[in-house]
């Protein structure tokens, strides 16, 4: 059976899950990070020397690195709604993916969530998290006129484009931070909330990260 490393408060691990929920794949999931511990292990690291979550045990495939993880899952047993054979039809998903990890996720995550939600108050750094937040609105911006035409990122269906830049949409519109107008981003997160896998696997409540740096 499948398994899965990782706490269910884990962003990257919410990808994963949520992705697997899509799938209705049967899977075993293992509390590992934080609170859990477990990443620290030996058994762990020989799984992932960088000791991070998640990972997964795919009867014997181990895979760490969540976009990595979605790419297998996806092609594994996600064809042909998550994983198209056209090359240049399957770059429509990646190239969302690729920016999401690294243009919106660091913004949000590092920069929003972790400078306002995880910092505790005397601690935050006001004129760096304005920057974020702004850096966000920005982001949430783009997002918003691509979604102007379409209900998801890639075209009319749910696909991998979706699931991490998605994945933010729960904690975004969750924190006491200001937001501009994203009535397009706004509808997108709605179709999103519609969705069992998601509400199970996103949409889960993070108030044991407030305040803490720790993990």
């Not at 998903?93 to 690294?102: C, E, K, L, N, V």
């Not at 997002?143 to 209900?151: E, H, W």
Request: proline share 7%.
């Amino acid at each position: 059976m499948l398994k899965v490393w990782g706490r269910r408060s884990s962003f990257n691990v919410q990808k994963v899950l949520w992705l697997i929920g899509e799938l209705n794949l049967p899977h075993q999931h293992i509390p590992a990070g934080g609170s859990f511990g477990v990443n620290g292990t030996p058994e762990f690291l020989a799984m992932n020397p960088h000791g991070k979550v998640p990972v997964i045990d795919d009867n014997g495939t181990v895979i760490w690195e969540s976009h990595s993880i979605l790419r297998y899952l996806a092609a594994t047993y996600g064809s042909p709604g998550f994983w198209v054979e056209d090359a240049g039809q399957r770059s429509n998903a990646d190239r969302w993916m690729d920016w999401s990890q690294t243009t919106l996720q660091p913004a949000f995550l590092t920069g929003v969530f972790w400078g306002f939600y995880r910092t505790p108050p005397a601690l935050r750094d006001w004129s760096r998290l304005n920057k974020s937040i702004e850096q966000c609105a920005q982001h949430f911006q783009l997002l918003d006129r691509v979604l102007s035409d379409r209900p998801f990122l890639a075209g009319d269906s749910l696909t991998l484009a979706d699931i991490p830049a998605g994945t933010n949409l729960y904690r975004y519109f969750e924190l006491e931070i200001e937001r501009p107008d994203l009535p397009n981003v706004q509808a997108w997160y709605e179709r999103l909330r519609q969705r069992p896998a998601y509400r199970q696997h996103v949409m889960v409540p993070f108030d044991e990260l407030r305040g803490r740096l720790d993990y």
